[in-house]
């Protein structure tokens, strides 16, 4: 019997809450501020969002690792999460570095953003967890104003690193998301990046591209994967 929607999210919002509090410590996760690493997501970031002020919602925000870099690069920036104890964390970063980003609670696969406000839409380290992809990106798009851009960072979980286990167990993982959790996720099953592409036309983007940031993979001091990040980007037409 399969678990009903809440369920599903119940039990990976349960994750990311009590992961919260030790996440940004893992350079796979989130790379020191004074790393090359660091410096080259900023450049990454500042490529694939539009010029400057803009506005961006960056969705899945977790601890805010894109809001925050949007913001630093002077975009009008908000970060959505279902964690409260990430965006906790999220807040605290931004008061501690002097920055602007603003963040809220939303389900991402529909956020509470008015319609046509968004220059850019992006995310990363999160389409693999969401739950209706295909039902979200429509959802995104309606909140793109005319040419805005929708941008995915990801991985694909085959490619995961051999990480060392956090303190609080190393079964949390996999109590959060079970087999059942992971049958309700259909994007933590893929191989390739052509499904994401799929999914970005099926809901009505155009120009739609593919690439991915061996750049920065070269200069991680703990890749959290094999391979490099994929990233896909589109644009409401």
């Given at each position: 019997?399969?678990?009903d929607?809440?369920?599903?999210?119940?039990?990976?919002?349960?994750?990311?809450?009590?992961?919260?509090?030790?996440?940004?410590?893992?350079?796979g996760?989130?790379?020191?501020?004074?790393?090359?690493?660091?410096?080259?997501?900023?450049?990454?970031?500042?490529?694939?969002?539009?010029?400057?002020?803009?506005?961006?919602?960056?969705?899945?925000?977790g601890?805010?690792?894109?809001?925050?870099?949007?913001?630093?690069?002077?975009?009008?920036?908000?970060?959505?999460?279902?964690?409260t104890?990430?965006?906790a964390e999220?807040?605290?970063?931004?008061?501690?570095?002097?920055?602007?980003?603003?963040?809220?609670?939303?389900?991402?696969?529909?956020?509470?953003i008015?319609?046509?406000?968004?220059?850019?839409?992006?995310?990363?380290?999160?389409?693999?967890?969401?739950?209706?992809?295909?039902?979200?990106?429509?959802?995104?798009?309606?909140?793109?104003?005319?040419?805005?851009?929708?941008?995915?960072?990801?991985?694909?979980?085959a490619?995961?690193?051999?990480?060392?286990?956090?303190?609080?167990?190393?079964?949390?993982?996999?109590?959060?998301?079970?087999?059942?959790?992971?049958?309700?996720?259909?994007a933590?099953?893929?191989?390739?990046?052509?499904?994401?592409?799929?999914?970005?036309?099926?809901?009505?983007?155009?120009?739609?591209?593919?690439?991915?940031?061996?750049?920065?993979?070269?200069?991680?001091e703990?890749?959290?994967?094999?391979?490099?990040?994929?990233?896909?980007?589109?644009?409401?037409?």
């Amino acid at each position: 019997m399969p678990l009903d929607d809440s369920d599903v999210q119940d039990r990976i919002t349960t994750f990311w809450n009590t992961i919260a509090r030790y996440y940004d410590s893992d350079p796979g996760n989130v790379p020191s501020l004074e790393s090359a690493e660091y410096e080259a997501w900023i450049r990454a970031i500042k490529r694939f969002l539009p010029p400057q002020p803009a506005d961006v919602l960056d969705i899945g925000t977790g601890t805010g690792f894109v809001a925050l870099i949007a913001s630093q690069l002077g975009h009008r920036v908000t970060g959505l999460d279902l964690s409260t104890a990430m965006l906790a964390e999220a807040r605290m970063q931004a008061d501690r570095r002097g920055l602007k980003a603003s963040f809220r609670i939303g389900d991402a696969v529909a956020p509470p953003i008015d319609e046509v406000s968004l220059d850019a839409i992006v995310c990363r380290h999160f389409l693999w967890t969401l739950r209706e992809p295909e039902v979200a990106l429509g959802n995104w798009r309606r909140l793109l104003r005319p040419n805005g851009r929708v941008v995915v960072i990801d991985a694909f979980l085959a490619n995961l690193t051999d990480q060392s286990a956090p303190e609080e167990g190393a079964d949390l993982f996999e109590r959060c998301y079970t087999d059942r959790t992971r049958e309700a996720l259909p994007a933590m099953r893929w191989e390739r990046v052509e499904p994401v592409a799929d999914l970005l036309i099926g809901a009505g983007f155009s120009e739609v591209t593919v690439s991915d940031l061996a750049d920065i993979h070269k200069l991680a001091e703990k890749p959290a994967f094999t391979q490099p990040w994929y990233v896909a980007t589109a644009r409401r037409g």
